[in-house]
C-alpha cells in the first residue's frame, strides 16, 4: 500500500515539476528582436504578455533598458541583452567600465526570479562596411574585458557573449567560395577562435529582402522559399533560396579558417511589410512562413545537411516608427505585429500555438481621427505637413507604400492624423490653422490604416501566477494522498 501511495506520490510530484517547467523550458529556436524605437509605444508588460501568448520564448533586445527587463522578469524566457556600438570605445578601454556594465545590466539580473540572460551582444553589426571601420577595432577588447567581467561575477559559464555580425562581413560569387571581407581577416580569426573556445555561436544578420530591394538584377524568386527558376549551382550542390546560398557562404568562411562546425545563430532576419513595392503583406508572410518551415524541416544547407540554425530570431516584433529611414522608407515596417500588437498576416511560428494570437487589452485612444477641411485654401498646408511628418510617421503615403495614392487631400489628412495621435488626440494638434477636423468616421482606405493611437496599457503576468498556484494545489494533494 504504502509503496503504491509512494509511487502516486512520486508521479504526481514528477508531472507537477515537468509540467510546472513546460511553461519556462524553451521548445523551439524561434525568436523574435523586440526593438523599441517606437513612436507608440505599447507598455513592456503587454509585449511580454504578447510573446506569451505566442510562445515566444527567446527574445533580443538591442540595448539593457530596465523596463524592459523589469518585465522579462519572472518569465523563463532566454534573452539576448545588446550593447550599442557607440560603448564599445569605453567598454574596451578599461575593466572597471566592463565590471559597471556587467553588474548594472547583468549581475543584478541574474538572480531568483530574475532574468534569463543568456547571451550578451557585443556591438550590433560592428563591422558593417557603411560605418567605414569607426567600431571594428573596439569590439575584440572589448569582448575581453567583458569576458573578465563575467568572469568575475561567475556569470561566464552561462552568459556568453556573441557579435551579430551583417551578412556583408563576407563575400563570393559562389557559396563554397565565401571568405570574410579582406580587411577583417585577422579581427576575425581573433573574433572566431574566443567564440570556439568560449562555447558562443557565430551571430549573422541576413536579409534576402535588402538583396531584392538594392539589386534590380536580382532574381525575385531566389529571395523566397517556393522554388525559384534561377538556382545556383556550385559545383555538386544546388541552392534554391538566397538564404541557404547566403548561410553556406558564411559556412565556407568558418571552414576556411578551421571552424566549419561552429554553431550558427540568425540575429536577425525578416521581410518588412510596407514602405517599398516589395515589402508588402503577400511578401512578407510567404517570406516568413517559408523562412519558419524551412528551418524547422531540419534540412539544413548542402553544407551542413540536417543541421539548420541552432536559433533564429525573427526581424522583428513590432513597427517602430521613430526608426531612422535612412536605409529606406521600409524601415520602420518590420514587424510581424503592428505597433499596436496586432498580427499583420496569419503566420504559424511553428510553436505548436497555430497562428499568431493578437496583444491583449491594448488601450486605444478613442475612436477619433483627424483630417483635411473640405477647404480650398489649402496655402501653408505645405509647412504643416513638413512639420507634422518630421514629427510623426508618414512614410506609407510615399511610392511602395500602402497609403500612395489616396489623392492630395488623403495626403493632408494623412499627415495631419498621424501628428493627432502622436500628440495623444490634443485637440489644439488638430487644428493646422483651421485646416483641419476632428472626426469619428474612420478615414481610413483600402489598404491605408490611419491609425487611433493609443494609451498604454496595463496588464499583469497572470498566467505563470495561476499555473504555479495550480501546481502547488496538485503537490498538496500529492501530500494528502501520502499522509493518508
Ligand atoms: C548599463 O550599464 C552602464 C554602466 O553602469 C550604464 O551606463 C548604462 O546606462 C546601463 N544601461 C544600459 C541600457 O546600457
Ligand atoms: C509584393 O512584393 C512582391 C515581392 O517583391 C512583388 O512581387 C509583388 O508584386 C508585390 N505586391 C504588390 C501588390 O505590390
Ligand atoms: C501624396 O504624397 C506622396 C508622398 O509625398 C506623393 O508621392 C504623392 O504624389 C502625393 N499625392 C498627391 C495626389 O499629391
Ligand atoms: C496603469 O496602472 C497605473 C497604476 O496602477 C494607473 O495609474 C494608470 O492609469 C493605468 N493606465 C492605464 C492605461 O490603465
Known amino acids: 500500500m504504502a509503496k503504491s501511495k509512494a509511487a502516486v506520490v512520486t508521479a504526481v510530484a514528477v508531472a507537477v515539476v515537468v509540467w510546472s517547467l513546460s511553461a519556462i523550458v524553451v521548445e523551439s529556436g524561434i525568436g523574435v528582436n523586440w526593438g523599441t524605437i517606437s513612436l507608440h509605444k505599447l507598455s513592456p508588460s503587454t509585449v511580454v504578455d504578447l510573446l506569451r501568448g505566442n510562445r515566444i520564448h527567446k527574445v533580443k533586445i538591442f540595448d539593457a533598458d530596465p523596463e524592459v527587463l523589469g518585465a522579462l522578469m519572472g518569465t523563463g524566457f532566454e534573452v539576448m541583452i545588446g550593447i550599442p556600438n ?10 572597471d567600465a566592463s565590471d559597471l556594465w556587467v553588474r548594472h545590466n547583468v549581475s543584478t539580473y541574474m538572480v531568483k526570479g530574475g532574468v534569463n540572460i543568456r547571451y550578451v551582444a557585443v556591438g550590433n553589426e560592428p563591422f558593417l562596411s557603411s560605418y567605414s571601420g569607426q567600431f571594428q577595432s573596439y569590439v575584440i577588447p572589448a569582448l575581453m574585458n567583458l569576458q573578465q567581467s563575467l568572469a568575475k561575477a561567475n556569470l561566464a559559464g552561462f552568459t556568453k557573449l556573441v557579435v551579430p555580425c551583417n551578412a ?3 563575400e563570393a560569387s559562389l557559396p563554397s567560395q ?3 571581407r579582406p580587411e577583417l581577416a585577422q579581427i576575425m580569426t ?12 557565430f551571430v549573422v544578420n541576413i536579409y534576402p529582402f535588402l538583396s531584392l530591394y538594392g539589386n534590380s538584377d536580382f532574381p525575385q524568386d531566389y529571395a523566397f522559399f517556393e522554388g525559384t527558376n534561377h538556382a545556383v549551382t556550385d559545383g555538386a550542390n544546388v541552392y ?15 571552414n ?13 532576419v525578416g521581410w518588412p511589410t510596407d514602405g517599398a513595392v516589395s515589402a508588402n503583406l503577400t511578401a512578407a508572410r510567404a517570406f516568413t512562413q ?3 518551415y524551412h528551418v524547422l524541416s531540419n534540412k539544413g544547407t548542402p553544407l551542413r545537411p540536417g543541421n539548420p540554425p541552432m536559433d533564429i530570431y525573427l526581424f522583428s516584433l513590432l513597427d517602430e516608427g521613430a526608426k531612422s529611414i535612412l536605409p529606406g522608407n521600409f524601415e520602420r515596417h518590420w514587424g510581424i505585429f503592428s ?10 511560428l511553428g510553436l505548436g500555438n497555430g497562428l499568431l494570437k493578437n496583444a491583449k487589452d491594448v488601450q486605444y485612444l478613442p475612436s477619433r481621427w483627424c483630417v483635411a477641411k473640405s477647404s480650398n485654401d489649402l496655402s501653408g498646408v505645405v509647412n504643416h505637413i513638413r512639420i507634422a511628418c518630421s514629427a510623426a510617421d508618414c512614410t506609407t503615403l510615399n511610392y511602395g507604400g500602402s497609403c500612395n495614392g489616396i489623392g492630395t487631400k488623403g495626403n493632408i489628412s494623412y499627415a495631419f492624423n498621424s501628428y493627432y495621435q502622436l500628440q495623444k488626440q490634443d485637440s489644439q494638434s488638430c487644428d493646422f490653422d483651421g485646416l483641419g477636423m476632428i472626426t469619428s468616421l474612420d478615414p481610413s482606405v483600402g489598404d491605408c490604416r490611419f491609425l487611433v493611437g493609443i494609451t498604454g496599457s496595463n496588464s499583469s503576468s497572470s498566467t505563470l501566477c495561476r499555473r504555479w498556484f495550480i501546481a502547488w494545489l496538485l503537490i498538496l494533494l500529492g501530500v494528502w494522498i501520502f499522509v493518508m
Open 256 to 268: 576556411k579558417m578551421g571552424y566549419g562546425q561552429m554553431p550558427i545563430v540568425i540575429g536577425e
Open 178 to 180: 565565401g571568405a570574410f
Open 168 to 170: 556583408d562581413a563576407y
Open 290 to 292: 517559408g523562412l519558419i
Open 339 to 348: 505597433f499596436d500588437g496586432q498580427a499583420k498576416y496569419p503566420l504559424n
Open 240 to 254: 534554391y533560396n538566397a538564404f541557404d546560398g547566403n548561410y553556406d557562404t558564411l559556412v565556407a568562411a568558418l
Open 190 to 201: 581573433q573574433l572566431v577562435s574566443f567564440l570556439n573556445s568560449n562555447g558562443s555561436p
Open 86 to 95: 557607440e560603448m564599445l570605445a569605453a567598454l574596451s578601454s578599461s575593466t
